[in-house]
């Protein structure tokens, strides 16, 4: 019976982990001093494949979850229907931009990554902090 239950428990918990994602850039400042985490603001636009592909995929992995949640703070934008501010400039869809509380950028990526390189970018942003 308890073999059955940790393995309710596990499956429950796996099925519904998701990155932290917080509705307001300002926020995410507030937050980022008090947990002394990083920001992630992930820049998109609708109709986006690589966007989707991220979204959908690479930040649904539970790796890639584990490691954010502990050590980031997400905020989307939509480059068409949010204020971007102007420091975070965007060629192409997705980038992804990594901030202290203080608002200084330590790191960019631009376009899409697979879990294994987006991982690896992580380490070397949480490095700089």
Known sequence: ????LL???FLTTTLFSSMNWVGELEDAYDKAEKENKIIMVMLSQKGC?????????VLRNESVI???NK???????DIHEDYVPL???H?????FYFLNADEKILGVIHGSKNE???LDELEKVKATL
């Open 116 to 118: 294994k390189d987006l």
């Open 91 to 95: 060629v192409v869809t997705p980038t």
């Open 87 to 89: 420091a975070l400039e």
């Open 49 to 57: 494949p690589a966007c989707k592909y991220m979204k959908e995929s």
């Open 66 to 68: 584990k490691v954010f």
């Open 71 to 77: 050590n980031f703070i997400a905020v989307h934008l």
């Open 1 to 4: 019976m308890k073999r059955m």
């Open 7 to 9: 393995v309710v428990v």
